[in-house]
Structures are given as structure tokens and as C-alpha cells.
């Protein structure tokens, strides 16, 4: 099977997609069910049409583009990611899994390979938290792992809620109706761009990733006293901002001790009340996103916060009060599917190394539910989520051609 990616009509794709944005370039903004995202959606289905495959969606607007194997009722395998991009991201988060993914299906279609399992491109609804406040929202429905009531009491910081604001979208069946059948894939492969700087450091062009670290996101509400902050001596003082600051540095703290280089913690939003120069802050709003690959040195990391808490709390005489947004375990990629990719990089004669994916992604939730792995492409500089970012149409097509090959081997 001599396969070849048409390298510059993916580029093309890529730069069109792109296009399709709430920002000027280059910058990329694509908010789920906004405008510019439902105008994506239409596009890609387009394509996807184009391709021959056979395209629906489910009620969260999850789209399946399927190439039909010569046993249909066998499990399908699967590839594909996001096309939802957060306030002023790039072009290749997500979409080079997906548009990658459609180009690795044409390829297949071009050499007259004829898949005995269905080969089905999976583009995945809102794996960005931007809107409704939680990544992976259509995979975590799509595999079980958020149930429909839970969603149905997501909204937006306007308040419309997830039903009316997908409902709108045109997505009317019920939200019951996601989650995927029992043996509904035989495996899963995402593509995606590795979002650090390891492969380029190490001038490898591809990783196969064994395992995916998973996060915990908290939210913290710290409640003071405020007053004016020229008349409240400091002996006085009950400042939430003061007690947040240290609650933040616990939390750096929790993960640069727990006695491995995979436990990281991020304080991303601080929201200080009332926010005026001259006003004592009565209330602090943070946020935690804090992950690892081991569930259990996580899990650690989080009680060794909820201490520092406690203490800083009667230390301050401020109220700390915390609440679990979400806590997902990690996960393993599946040897059989490893050991493909692996073969398939040998096969073209292309390096890889098995590395670990820190940054978490829709194929975390499908793990529940099919065996899945991961293939990484570098990104200069190891920049994402911001509009430089950047992997080279070499880069794109080396990982293509993998992921076709893989697929090729899982399906025939």
C-alpha cells in the first residue's frame, strides 16, 4: 500500500478553517455554538460529504463521519478531536487532528484499501471549557462520564443554559440519547500537536503517548471583611486577597513537593471584591486546575491543599469554602494500539518516542468506553492556546501518513 498525504490541500484546509473565526487573524476564537462555530461545523461537514462519507450528529452536536467497512455492524475504529478554539488561540489545536484525520481517510480511499471495520471520523463538541465552564463536554456525555442531568444544569456567564443554547444551535433530541453504545468502537487514535516543547527539543518528529494525565478543577471562595483601606489598622484586618495569596502558594507548594515532575498546579483565575484601589478585599474567587498522571499522588496533592486551607483559614480569620468542579482519574493508552502506531512509524521509517500527554483531551473520556492512544506532532517552541502557535506542513503529514496506516492496520 504505497500511501501518500496530499499535503498541501491539508494545509489549504487548515488555513481555511481558520478563517472561520470571532477574531481577526491570526488569531482564531471559535467559541462553541457561536456563530463562526455552527458556520465550521457546516463547513466540515462539507468536506466531509465531499470525502463520501456517511456524516450525522448527536444531540450535544458530537459529528460522526463515517467510511462504511465491509462488516458494518462490527465496531468502528475511530479517530478525530476539536475543532472549538478558546479566546485568541491558533490554528492547529484540535483541527489537525480532525482535518488530519479526514485527510488520513482520503489517502486510504486513494489506494483502494477497503476497511473491514468502518473507519469514522469523530469531531468532538466543546473540549475547551471556555463556555460552559468543563472541557470535553461531548466526549465526557458521549462515554458516560457526565450524565445528562448534570449537563442540563450547565449555563453560560450570561446564564443561558446548555439546552437552550444548543437547542438553538438546531440540536433538539434528547441529551439521553449521546452516550455510546457498549462495543460502539474497537479503538480510538487521536492526532494532535503536542503542546510542549519536547519533540522539538529533541528533534524527534513523532510521540506515541502511553498515558494521559487528568485533572481536578476547584473552585475556591475566600470571605473576608473589607473596609477602607486607610481606616482598618492592620491589626484588624481580615483581607481575603492576603489569605488567597497564600492559600495560592500552598497550592505551588502541594505540587512542587509531592515528590514527582508530573503533579503540576495552576491558579488561573483570581477575582478580587469590590476591586478598588482604596477598599479592603471583602471576598476572592479562585480557581484549581490541578493534574497528574498517578490519581493517587493527585489525590494527595489535593488533601495537602485542603490542609493549608484549614490553617490559613483560622490563621486569618477568613472563611475558605472549596467546591469540586470535576476530579477525572487518569489514563492508560492501550498496548495494541502503542504497538501499532510504533509499527507504523518503523514501516515509513520515522522516530518516535513514547512520551505522556500532560495536557488532557477528549480521548481521556473515550478511554472509558474503547481503547484508545495518542499520536503527537511538535509545535514550535511547544506553544499553544495562543496565535503563534505553529506546526510545520511536514510535521502535519508525517503524522498523517502514521495515523492512516494505523488505521489501516486496526481496521483491515
Given amino acids: 500500500m504505497n500511501l501518500a498525504v496530499d499535503q498541501n490541500r491539508l494545509v489549504a484546509e487548515i488555513e481555511?478553517?481558520?478563517?472561520?473565526?470571532?477574531?481577526?487573524?491570526?488569531v482564531v476564537t471559535r467559541i462553541v455554538f457561536s456563530a463562526a462555530d455552527l458556520l465550521a461545523r457546516a463547513w466540515l461537514v462539507g468536506r466531509c460529504e465531499k470525502a463520501g462519507l456517511a456524516v450525522r450528529q448527536d444531540a450535544i452536536g458530537n459529528i460522526f463521519a463515517r467510511w462504511t467497512g465491509s462488516e458494518a455492524a462490527a465496531p468502528a475504529v475511530g479517530t478525530g478531536s476539536h475543532i472549538d478554539a478558546i479566546p485568541n488561540a491558533g490554528k492547529y489545536d484540535g483541527v489537525v487532528g480532525v482535518l488530519g484525520g479526514l485527510e488520513a481517510i482520503r489517502s486510504l480511499e486513494r489506494v483502494g484499501f477497503c476497511p473491514k471495520h468502518s473507519?469514522?471520523?469523530?469531531?468532538?463538541?466543546?473540549?475547551?471549557?471556555?463556555?460552559f465552564g468543563i472541557g470535553c463536554l461531548g466526549s465526557r456525555l458521549l462515554s458516560g462520564a457526565m450524565t445528562p442531568e448534570a449537563a442540563g444544569k450547565l449555563s453560560d456567564k450570561d446564564g443561558a443554559s446548555l439546552e437552550e443554547v444548543r437547542r438553538n444551535a438546531g440540536y433538539q433530541a434528547p441529551l439521553r440519547d449521546v452516550k455510546l453504545r457498549d462495543g460502539y468502537y474497537k479503538a480510538f487514535v487521536e492526532l494532535h500537536i503536542?503542546?510542549?516543547?519536547?519533540?522539538?527539543?529533541?528533534?524527534?518528529?513523532?510521540?506515541i503517548v502511553t498515558s494521559i494525565a487528568a485533572p481536578a478543577s476547584l473552585r475556591f471562595t475566600i470571605g473576608g471583611a473589607g473596609g477602607h483601606a486607610g481606616a482598618v489598622l492592620m491589626p484588624e484586618r481580615r483581607d481575603a486577597l492576603c489569605a488567597a495569596s497564600e492559600l495560592i502558594l500552598a497550592i505551588e507548594n502541594a505540587a512542587k513537593t509531592s515528590g514527582a515532575v508530573d503533579t503540576v498546579a495552576t491558579v488561573g483565575i483570581c477575582d478580587v471584591f469590590p476591586g478598588a484601589v482604596n477598599s479592603i478585599p471583602s471576598r476572592v474567587h479562585l480557581t484549581l486546575d490541578i493534574r497528574d498522571t498517578d490519581l493517587g499522588r493527585r489525590d494527595a496533592g489535593m488533601r495537602a491543599i485542603g490542609t493549608a486551607q484549614k490553617t490559613i483559614a483560622a490563621k486569618r480569620q477568613v472563611s475558605i469554602e472549596e467546591e469540586i468542579v470535576n476530579a477525572d482519574a487518569p489514563a492508560q493508552c492501550a498496548p495494541l494500539i502503542v504497538e501499532a502506531l510504533s509499527e507504523a512509524c518503523r514501516k515509513h521509517g520515522l522516530a518516535s518516542i513514547e512520551m505522556v500527554s500532560?495536557?488532557?483531551?477528549?480521548?481521556?473520556?473515550?478511554?472509558?468506553?474503547?481503547?484508545?492512544?495518542?499520536?503527537?506532532?511538535?509545535?514550535?517552541?511547544?506553544?499553544?492556546?495562543?496565535?503563534?502557535?505553529?506546526?510545520?506542513?511536514e510535521d502535519i503529514g508525517r503524522g498523517v501518513l502514521v495515523l492512516a496506516e494505523t488505521l489501516a492496520a486496526l481496521a483491515g
Avoid: W
Avoid at 481555511?16 to 477574531?23: C, G, K, P, R
Avoid at 473507519?119 to 463556555?131: A, D, G
Fill in 119 to 131: 473507519i469514522e471520523l469523530l469531531v468532538f463538541t466543546s473540549e475547551e471549557p471556555t463556555r
Fill in 16 to 26: 481555511e478553517l481558520a478563517a472561520i473565526s470571532e477574531a481577526e487573524p491570526p
Fill in 358 to 393: 500532560r495536557a488532557y483531551h477528549d480521548s481521556l473520556f473515550m478511554s472509558r468506553v474503547a481503547p484508545v492512544a495518542m499520536l503527537f506532532i511538535p509545535c514550535r517552541n511547544g506553544y499553544s492556546h495562543r496565535p503563534d502557535e505553529y506546526a510545520s506542513p
Fill in 194 to 207: 503536542e503542546q510542549g516543547p519536547l519533540l522539538e527539543e529533541q528533534k524527534v518528529p513523532l510521540g
